[in-house]
């Protein structure tokens, strides 16, 4: 079954090029609320300091003002990625005005989809986009679910490594043909196996009750204000998470099958009409409400576990970039914060994650039928909800194995690529990152999930009161830290020219609104 994984590891060993693994690049974008000291979600605005959510590269919002964004650059090593994550969280806590940045994926004390306000970026049309964007998840799915947090890894191999291995491949094709050919591999790899992420890292097996205001739930009772499954690894990626139902129901499905077929079958919802948002309208009253009234309002809306993404910025809707210029690196969005680091993500994890994406990159990936994408969406549920069950059953080529047995093969497997690995960086933190994971394999009560719920029950706490005790800690280390002064001017110095960026962006708006999305579309069409 891995045979061809390991011809590919030999091929590249005994070529003498595995040094080219090592100028791969990593990159981090960690979501966190703003919260006040007692919980509640931040009614404020991002401060001032922070420069402009609009251009800022570093510190931006997501879909509510209260949500940060912190984007590293891509880094060279991990050690690197982990380093610039933590002096934007320095930056980011020197200028919060009487606030804390929650520790957790889940969410605090959620007072109503009123108390979330929406991201706001200016004046200029681009902002007005950004903005009408996020109102419209928050009519179609929610405004609760949509300041979920996590943490996405962004990945990519240099043109080097990808010389190499095309020679070693025998392909002809040209050298943007046949990354984005071997990219779409990897992400179907990625799918395949992503079940594995959320068991091993992830943080999210209880929820404050507010979160679900009400509702009715099949999830147990923790304590009176929080709600839990006992074996859950990643609430967060089950079914009260941000989930594409209605893409379901309209029979629309992103293609993994190559480049092109996965940016068509976007542009396909997001071209063809939906009943449901229809009926919300999209210009009402004069205000808008939604970008229009399609399945998709724009890529982004499309909720994957693993987005391949063109080289960015391109002033072109993403889905027709990837068509034109191909895969410049993949997005790995299924990774909970990890409350237990004041970072949200440890070394240990980045360094399993390197060869996971390698693994999943040289493994053998043929198409997805059907009956395997059905099967990749029940496992990613049945491990958010039950991933530390004993005996928990999945679902691989139409026949049962045991979650166990299956994450134990996977790992043993990688231990050859975390081999190479660390050959090629010289270095024994990738072997070591993965027997790591095999430990928790063998053992869940090691995984972030039960680790968790064993730190609340010892506390005597429920959600809530760990997640505001672990996030005051994290305020902690940043407040005893001081950010060095020529880090400290560097932020600023972005912070300034973000603000003069946004601007020259209203200032150069030489259209309305309603042309400026009527033109942006056109090019979707």
């Not at 995984?447 to 005597?460: E, K, V, Y």
């Amino acid at each position: 079954m891995y045979q061809q994984l390991h011809q590919r590891l030999a091929r590249l060993h005994h070529s003498g090029k595995e040094e080219t693994l090592a100028t791969s690049r990593i990159g981090l974008e960690k979501e966190s609320l703003r919260v006040s000291p007692k919980g509640g979600i931040s009614q404020q605005p991002s401060p001032a300091a922070w420069g402009s959510m609009l251009t800022n590269p570093m510190i931006t919002t997501d879909f509510s003002e209260a949500l940060a964004e912190l984007i590293t650059p891509p880094c060279d090593s991990v050690t690197e990625v982990i380093q610039s994550l933590d002096d934007i969280q320095h930056f980011v806590y020197r200028h919060l005005d009487n606030e804390i940045l929650w520790a957790t994926s889940m969410p605090c004390v959620v007072a109503g989809e009123t108390s979330i306000p929406l991201a706001q970026y200016g004046s200029s049309n681009i902002a007005q986009m950004k903005t009408v964007y996020r109102r419209g998840l928050g009519l179609r799915y929610g405004r609760t679910m949509q300041v979920i947090a996590g943490v996405h890894f962004n990945y990519s191999y240099a043109d080097d490594f990808w010389f190499y291995y095309q020679q070693l491949e025998k392909d002809t094709a040209s050298l943007q043909t046949f990354k984005s050919t071997q990219s779409m591999g990897q992400v179907r790899n990625l799918l395949r196996y992503g079940w594995l992420v959320p068991y091993l890292f992830g943080a999210s097996p209880a929820v404050c009750k507010s979160f679900l205001n009400g509702k009715k739930t099949l999830l147990q009772e923790f304590n009176d204000a929080t709600y839990y499954e006992p074996y859950a690894t990643s609430l967060r990626l089950g079914n009260i998470g941000y989930q594409n139902n209605k893409e379901d129901i309209a029979g629309i499905k992103a293609c993994y099958d190559n480049v092109a077929c996965y940016a068509d079958s976007l542009l396909c919802a997001i071209n063809t009409p939906h009943p449901a948002y229809q009926n919300i309208g999209v210009k009402v009253a004069g205000k808008y409400q939604q970008l229009n009234a399609n399945i998709l309002q724009i890529e982004n809306e499309y909720y994957s576990s693993v987005r391949p993404k063109p080289a960015l910025p391109i002033n072109e809707p993403p889905a027709i970039a990837l068509k034109k210029h191909g895969i410049h690196y993949i997005e790995l969005r299924s990774l909970d914060v990890n409350a237990f680091d004041p970072h949200g993500i440890n070394a240990e994890q980045l360094y399993f994650l390197e060869v996971f994406m390698l693994f999943c990159l040289f493994h053998d990936s043929p198409p997805l039928t059907d009956n395997e994408i059905n099967a990749i969406d029940q496992n990613q549920l049945l491990v958010a909800h039950q991933g530390r069950k004993p005996g928990l059953v999945l679902q691989r080529d139409n026949q049962p194995i045991s979650l166990q047995q299956w994450a134990g093969e996977l790992c043993h497997e990688m231990l050859a690529v975390a081999t190479l690995l660390d050959q090629a960086n010289f270095c024994e933190n990738y072997f070591s990152s993965v027997k790591s994971q095999i430990a928790s394999v063998h053992d869940p009560d090691l995984t972030p999930s039960a680790r968790m719920l064993a730190a609340m029950r010892a506390a005597g706490e429920g959600f809530y009161h760990y997640a505001r005790r672990m996030s005051l800690r994290h305020a902690m280390y940043y407040k005893k830290q001081a950010l060095s002064e020529k880090k400290r001017h560097a932020f600023e110095q972005l912070a300034r020219e973000s603000i003069k960026k946004q601007q020259q962006i209203e200032n150069s708006d030489n259209t309305d609104f309603d042309s400026y999305l009527s033109a942006y579309f056109a090019r979707s069409g």
